[in-house]
């Protein structure tokens, strides 16, 4: 009987099903998700025969490049190059000595077992990453999250995501040239470099203008396939110009998370990556081969072994060289401890490449499946190591490292000059990109079209005039966009010793436009003495109308910022407009209600400082009313007397809560409301200006005793405090909530100009 059913679809269903199976059971035993799906890939695959196995492996190699691409994608969508530079000083260093010491370790590990050149390489950088999975786990079952070292082992986590990144692309250039050549290898990473500072810039600038041009069309379907459809042309043009494919959906996924739109692709795109995630660690199951693994099995030990002791040293030397006391540096280093996904995408890579042995991957497999039940036993024991370690180490070793711990994390002050001279580098390194990117582009691609219209000398002249009124606003940027002039000045005249480094500074910049505008010229002709005059002439035409170039490049500058910084902005606009809710709710619900005291209340003769109802109830008292006397705003040591009728300041809910409380401790009598003379009395808001307030600084007490009343309530960063003690400073931009006679608040507000 034919049959009519592609072996396409029936490989996957196998593949699923099975996937399905695994992944219900490993649930159960509280085990990572990826070791399951790569059982499951073993059990369809090859080197099992008691279940039906996979009939077209190349279909399954397809959808496995995709899981891939995802992947790195959804990584991309996490990661946020604002993130990598909130990482901090001690989680960057500790990553980079950690990543350097088990690479080469690693290598010469391999080199040792009597591996290959290329298979010790690949074993090293397999080696390279930790697992943010299984880490995270194991600190949500440990119940570590919150501690502080656990932020560094995440910025840590960061920063090897990104560098292992970097290293497929360096591992896949090794791989053609099948040598370490340093020379190729550095201009690898020129290239990489430049790239991935054009794709930034140009991604940051282009797709959330994008994006928000066509954001009423975008409901959750159209921005699915919008994302996934921008991830697969930037893997495209990544493969085109010799990249990962890998790296092209990395870039685009950390692009997109720059965006307003980061959270909600991340949620929607979440079910597609989990689907091709399961497909591509299926894939890799069914690369496992037993036989081999038991061949091997002594170099799963060593590698595991390694793996272990040599990421806990070296994690741990990483931290303590970054400044870290020695307990955090001991529970960094082990919590890093294990290989994971990125170690089967490295393995992967190589075989895909066909440069390593079979056996390595599952070596990589079996290490990562001990690692996996190490890990939870490893940071569990970190403290009693720490403590078994000062026990047996010496005294002045102990003292040292706290020292130097001590020292490093004071050496933050910044220089006068840093501003100046970051912003000077930055400058030049941004527009220099892009100059140098628009150059290249219209030399390969424009000059090209345009040979078929004009004569290759008219071509030449066209394409040189098209890029130099495409560049001109940032030459001008590398001379013009510097820090303001009265800063400039301050250092001027704040020493003479500053002169030479400004001068140095400004003719450093014009040298680099000439540079660039003889770079751009020599691209279509080839006369030097032509290119420093016009280089020359450009210049001083920039400088005549250096208002408009000011102009146009500010445009530009702020566009690129908002976008950069879009996803904060609207995240602020929110949480500014929750916040005034929640403070208008407040304020709508604060009033003053009258009350009278129980003829047997047991509190009659009291301090009302030593009632402490602030505290127990959050309300205060406006006055008391005695016969015809008021008290306005009593104090501490004020009390209370049979009948006295009250004013309660608080929500609806404070004072039924009090109003239920006097009520238990006696009959209330019938209230009567028609209170004389405290109609002076008023509940009001006064705002702290932001910029200047003489109140900065000053406190509540000090409030109350000018204001003759009472603070209610401060409003700040989102946060209400109710009764506030008299010792709390005031800041700038706090509401207060203020009861108080009616006249001596007005003159309170003049006084100190509030309002």
Known sequence: MEDHLPKLITDLGLILCVGAVTTLIFKRINQPLVLGYIIAGFLVGPHFDYIPSVAEEHNVEIWAKIGVIFLLFSLGLEFSFKKLLNVGGSASITAIVEIICIVVVGYFVGRWMNWSTMDSIFLGGLLASSSTTIIIRAFDELGLKRKKFANVVFGILI????????????????????????????????????????????????????????????????????????????????????????????????????TVYAEKIEHNFQSVKNLFATIFFISIGMMIDPVSMYEHKWAILIVTFLTIFGKLIFTTLGAIISGQPLKQSIQVGMSMAQIGEFAFIVAGLGLTLGVTSDFLFPVAVGVSAITTFTTPYLIKSSEPVYNFLIKILPTKFIDGINKYSSDTQHIQDENKWNSIIRQTITTIFINGIIIIAITIIIRSYVLFLLTDWFSYFGASLASLILTFILCIPFIWAIIGNRPKRDIIREFWDESNYNRAPIIAIITIRLALAIVAVVFIYNQFFSSKIASIILAIILLATMYFLSKYFNKFYNYIQTKFIYNLNEREIMRKKIEDRKRLERFQYSWDNTHISDMIIPQNANFIGVPLGDLDWRTKFQINIAYIKRGDRILQMPNS????????????????????????????????????????NTDNITLDKVVIPKNHSPLNQKTIGWVKDTSKGIVVSIERDGQIINNPDRNVAIELGDYLTIVADKKNLKTFIQEYNLK
Do not use: H
């Not at 921005?223 to 996934?228: F, K, R, T, Y």
């Open 159 to 258: 920063v090897e995501d990104i560098v292992v990144i970097l290293l497929m692309v360096m591992l896949s250039t090794m791989a053609v040239s099948q040598q370490f050549n340093g020379t190729e290898m550095f201009s690898s990473l020129l290239k990489l470099g430049f790239f991935l500072a054009i794709w930034f810039i140009g991604g940051i600038f282009i797709i959330p203008t994008f994006l928000r041009s066509i954001k009423k069309y975008l409901d959750d379907e159209t921005l699915l396939i919008i994302s996934i459809g921008l991830c697969l042309a930037m893997v495209y043009v990544a493969d085109s110009v010799g990249f990962s494919i890998e790296l092209g959906a990395f870039v685009m996924g950390s692009i997109l998370a720059e």
């Open 637 to 676: 040591e004020s009390t209370l007397y049979p009948f006295d009728k009250i004013g309660i300041i608080g929500t609806d809910e404070q004072i039924q809560r009090f109003e239920k409380y006097l009520q238990i401790i006696g009959e209330t009598p019938p209230e009567n409301n028609e209170l004389k």
